[in-house]
């Protein structure tokens, strides 16, 4: 048996594993981290197709979120552009002008003259509200009670789905999705190259802060006795003696790894845990057959649409870069159905699109975050303690303080970092 001894150990080399191994290490810790897949980046890693650049699903980075903020003091070079103001609605199989500024609202054909005016006051009401002290009811709820009009109402939940990535109105709290809608408004980054130059990046800078970085690497336990973290076991039985561990996998893989975690606090987050789930199409097409129509919200079904190398660079020659998703929140569905109503949008937006075709990438029910703020959620504050056994920390899209997507990320890895840092050294 194999012996090893670090100070902290980090399962993940997704944006959150990454983020809580390089703090850790710039305070003085030695840290491994060990990813299972050969490959660093999880559900942040770019994949190369025909000289095009696709993020699994389209990514947004939100310029007034916490992975902006916390990614720019690690000294995280973050270069993109935003998505186009000009924004249509997919409605009735038709495609209709969106009203997105205060002028297009008040001439929109989607509304009603009071319509109008009630969008304008929600749009002001959403821009200026304290999100945080709105009452714990789902999103339906807090929707039927403030918008009266259903077309202003079918505008909201569109905008709701588009900044949270989550299609699960009834179960969704009202307070941290208008947080994220306020967060959305304030404007979003498309990254040149992908996400995947962030990963570099920090890859990079964990090295150089003396981070040991372990691929391929598959965890099997999280080993603990009276309380304690004592280390971790890897296949072939292989230890690595550690006093932290970070664990950045899902609520139920995390459970899986700690013995008798049925008598912690991880039994309730993994039994408790909403995931949300998309469908996402991913186009790299020679051309758009309407041009000037680079982003689509439609109103009566979960699917947004938006053209990303408007103004970020994701190809070698040129070749355009769509994304297209379909917003399932928590249940299972159908991949062949999924792909026939974005094959179907697609169809209304750009007519012929398939005869543009360079290169696609469809991933059905893919994950877009392990757990939502939702009702009957025990507690809205999740981690980065793990309550029953000392030194075990969890962060990630669901490790949340109200945060979501790669902000509960990068903030969950800055929380689950600073707590070790105020623990004793002991390697």
């Not at 389209?58 to 270069?79: P, S």
């Not at 999705?177 to 498309?190: A, D, F, N, P």
């Not at 459970?255 to 008598?263: E, G």
């Not at 939702?374 to 990630?396: D, F, M, R």
């Given at each position: ?55 699994l699903g389209g990514h ?43 002028l297009s609202m008040l ?279 793990v309550e029953g056994i ?38």
């Amino acid at each position: 048996m194999n012996m090893t001894k670090y100070d902290t150990a980090v399962i993940g080399g997704g944006l959150a594993g990454f983020i809580a191994a390089l703090e850790v290490a710039k305070g003085g810790r030695s840290v491994v981290l060990l990813e299972r897949s050969g490959r660093m980046g999880g559900r942040a890693m770019t994949n190369k197709k025909n000289g095009v650049l696709f993020n699994l699903g389209g990514h947004a980075l939100y310029r007034a979120g916490d992975a902006f903020r916390i990614l720019q003091e690690l000294g995280i070079r973050i270069e993109g552009g935003p998505p186009s103001a000009k924004v249509n609605a997919l409605w009735n199989r038709g495609v209709v002008p969106m009203p997105a500024t205060p002028l297009s609202m008040l001439t929109s054909k989607l509304l009603t003259w009071s319509g109008k005016l009630g969008l304008l006051r929600l749009v002001i009401r959403i821009t200026k509200m304290d999100a945080s002290k709105v009452e714990n009811t789902p999103l339906r709820q807090w929707a039927e009670q403030e918008i009266a009009d259903p077309m202003v109402r079918h505008i909201f939940y569109s905008l709701c789905r588009t900044a949270t990535y989550t299609f699960d109105p009834d179960h969704q709290l009202a307070g941290p999705v208008l947080g994220q809608v306020q967060r959305s408004l304030k404007g979003v980054l498309y990254i040149h190259g992908g996400w995947q130059t962030i990963v570099d990046q920090l890859q990079q800078k964990a090295i150089d802060a003396g981070v040991h970085i372990i691929s391929g690497s598959d965890v099997k336990e999280i080993v603990h006795a009276n309380g304690q973290v004592q280390g971790i076991k890897l296949a072939h039985e292989e230890m690595v003696e550690v006093s932290h561990v970070i664990s950045t996998a899902s609520p139920s893989e995390t459970y899986k790894l700690v013995a008798n975690a049925d008598r912690t606090i991880l039994k309730q987050w993994k039994d408790e845990a909403r995931p949300s789930k998309a469908a996402c199409l991913d186009l790299g097409l020679k051309r758009l057959s309407v041009p000037g129509r680079n982003v689509a919200i439609a109103l009566d079904q979960p699917i947004f649409f938006s053209h990303h190398t408007l103004n970020a660079n994701l190809s070698e020659d040129g070749t355009l870069v769509v994304h297209m998703v379909k917003y399932n929140g928590s249940g299972e569905s159908n991949p062949k159905e999924d792909e026939e109503a974005l094959t179907a949008a697609m169809n209304t937006l750009h007519p012929g699109w398939e005869q543009e075709i360079v290169t696609k990438q469809f991933l059905p029910n893919m994950t877009v975050v392990h757990d939502t703020l939702h009702v009957g959620k025990s507690n809205l504050q999740t981690g980065p303690a793990v309550e029953g056994i000392q030194g075990l920390y969890v962060a990630g899209d669901w490790a949340s303080h109200g945060e979501m997507l790669a902000d509960a990320s990068a903030a969950s890895a800055r929380r689950a970092a600073q707590a070790i840092l105020k623990t004793p050294q002991f390697a």
